[in-house]
């Protein structure tokens, strides 16, 4: 079982509707979870984090932890264009050892 | 501008022709990481450093070696490149009081060998 799991997609969703980015991982000590970005081309940059359960809002992002299904997902509001990406839920196993996800493709149609 | 500076950024090389891939960060970061990418597989750690001459295996470390004599610089160094080392690659840089979560990424080197 691969240590962070994520549907590759792509994920179509319109313009303006919420996109719905899922992410389970297998190792149940974990305590940091993330969510880079990375569009076509170019590098991942860190667009959110999330350390305890519940959600976490930020502008049109909210992260969402549920350490005892070991899920993690991002919700994206009021999609853009421009939200097109591959999106890396990222999980800090202890040791200074962050693992990636394989990351899924967002496509949001204008 | 803090940033990861990588070169280079494209690099066709053949079987055996030793390589390096040099990163350099002007964050004061202490860690410094390497990774591949490849489609269907992710980013893959291959080795990371806690502060100059400190370095460790990451999950995929066979045929690279790494140094870290100066806090800026952490080249990777392939001494017999072979064609399954065909990949993108990014070093990323990190404070270590962060838990070498909030990485900052170079732009990427795309490597491929004949």
């Known amino acids: 079982q691969k240590e962070v799991e994520q549907n590759s997609g792509p994920l179509s969703v319109p313009e303006g509707a919420i996109a719905s980015l899922n992410c389970t991982y297998s190792?149940?000590?974990?305590?940091?979870f993330f969510w880079y970005r990375q569009y076509s081309g170019k590098s991942p940059e860190l667009i959110m984090s999330i350390y305890s359960n519940g959600d976490k809002e930020d502008g049109r992002f909210t992260a969402q932890l549920n350490k005892a299904s070991q899920y993690v997902s991002l919700l994206i509001r009021d999609s853009q264009p421009s939200d097109s990406a591959t999106y890396l839920c990222a999980v800090n196993t202890g040791f200074q050892k962050l693992v990636f996800g394989t990351g899924t493709r967002l496509l949001v149609s204008p | 501008e803090a940033q990861v500076t990588q070169n280079p950024r494209y690099l066709i090389t053949v079987t055996g022709k030793k390589l390096t891939v040099t990163c350099s960060q002007n964050m004061n970061h202490e860690y410094m990481s390497w990774y591949r990418q490849d489609p269907g597989l992710g980013l893959r750690q291959i080795y990371y450093s806690m502060n100059v001459e400190a370095t460790d295996k990451g999950d995929v470390p066979e045929g690279y070696k790494v140094s870290r004599k100066e806090k800026r610089n952490f080249p990777l160094i392939l001494e017999s490149p072979s064609p399954n080392q065909t990949s993108l690659y990014f070093c990323?840089?990190?404070?270590?009081?962060?838990?070498?979560?909030?990485?900052?990424f170079g732009a990427g080197s795309r490597l491929t060998v004949l």
């Open positions: 990323a840089s990190s404070l270590l009081y962060s838990g070498a979560n909030v990485l900052t």
């Open positions: 190792d149940r000590v974990s305590q940091s």
